[in-house]
């Protein structure tokens, strides 16, 4: 693995001594994307709410748990109407927030008066829910009724969380987000995640790419990796952790290959391997690697590790 430069600096935060403002934005940047939770929820009497919380996770499949943190405001200690519906109802539905409805989320981020329904502020649609009091938002591409099992205070003071756990009782996915097999496709749900401060990012295309891991299969690990790889000058960080998650080094039939693919001989010999030739091969194997050639990439480099 590659080391980290030794001219990189680094600030140091205590969040004790540094303003809670400053601590939240470098949270937010640091701890990013985060899925964002669209929160419908109603009053004693029935008025509906919904404003969008980033502090959200899926915790648990079995029970299905849900939980996202309503915080208090750093500028004045006060919470949102969120947290009072659910302390008072026990019961949410959890809305996600794809690409097609993000401004329409960051519009219910806005504190309107009470009594003013977001709904028809930022121009969704209301759907009533199975099993609980709280409306579905319709041009949300999944939607997941909730009964709040716990709300777990972290504080008292401005910035402080209120962990809102939920076990979803009902969940509503819109067929028009599922692939050939029924699983939810990436690129058609469209999903959006928060950023720090007015960044968000869009999960779909470019930006979404499989990585599969065997975890039952252990790699052989970059530090069994030879030094020539492991401080190569083309490889990234990322190209050798890749190469680390092979079961084993090459067969002899697939040294045999890349030697001739390179025009040496075996065993090869110091004279063969210049510095130029040791380049070349390392960036062409990066391409074979960009290409999810591995296996092949690693039996290249080690042609250049054998004398």
Do not use: W
Request: charged share 20%; net charge negative; with cysteine.
């Amino acid at each position: 693995m590659k080391k980290i430069a030794e001219t990189n600096t680094y600030i140091t935060v205590d969040p004790k001594n540094t303003p809670t403002a400053d601590v939240h934005q470098y949270l937010l940047g640091a701890v990013a994307p985060r899925p964002i939770c669209f929160a419908s929820t109603v009053d004693k009497a029935g008025n509906a709410n919904i404003a969008p919380y980033s502090f959200f996770n899926c915790f648990s499949s079995n029970p299905p748990i849900c939980v996202f943190s309503s915080n208090r405001k750093v500028a004045d200690n006060t919470t949102k109407d969120t947290l009072q519906n659910v302390i008072d109802t026990r019961e949410v539905v959890i809305n996600a927030v794809s690409y097609n409805i993000v401004y329409a989320m960051s519009l219910a981020s806005v504190e309107y008066p009470y009594g003013v329904s977001e709904f028809e502020k930022v121009g969704l649609t209301p759907l009533s829910s199975d099993l609980v009091r709280p409306f579905r938002i319709k041009e949300s591409p999944v939607q997941m009724e909730c009964k709040v099992i716990q709300i777990l205070p972290l504080g008292d003071k401005g910035g402080a969380g209120n962990l809102i756990i939920c076990e979803v009782v009902r969940m509503h996915i819109n067929t028009e987000i599922l692939d050939e097999d029924k699983k939810i496709d990436p690129d058609k749900i469209d999903l959006m995640g928060r950023m720090g401060r007015s960044f968000y990012c869009r999960a779909s295309e470019e930006a979404v790419f499989p990585i599969y891991q065997n975890v039952n299969i252990l790699g052989i690990g970059v530090d069994s990796l030879p030094q020539e790889i492991r401080h190569s000058k083309i490889l990234t960080g990322n190209d050798i952790a890749r190469i680390a998650t092979l079961p084993a080094f090459p067969d002899a039939q697939a040294m045999e290959k890349a030697s001739q693919d390179l025009g040496l001989g075996l065993p090869v010999t110091k004279t063969e391997l210049t510095e130029n030739f040791i380049l070349a091969v390392h960036l062409q194997a990066q391409k074979l690697i960009a290409e999810d050639k591995v296996k092949e990439a690693f039996a290249l480099l080690m042609c250049t590790c054998l004398a």
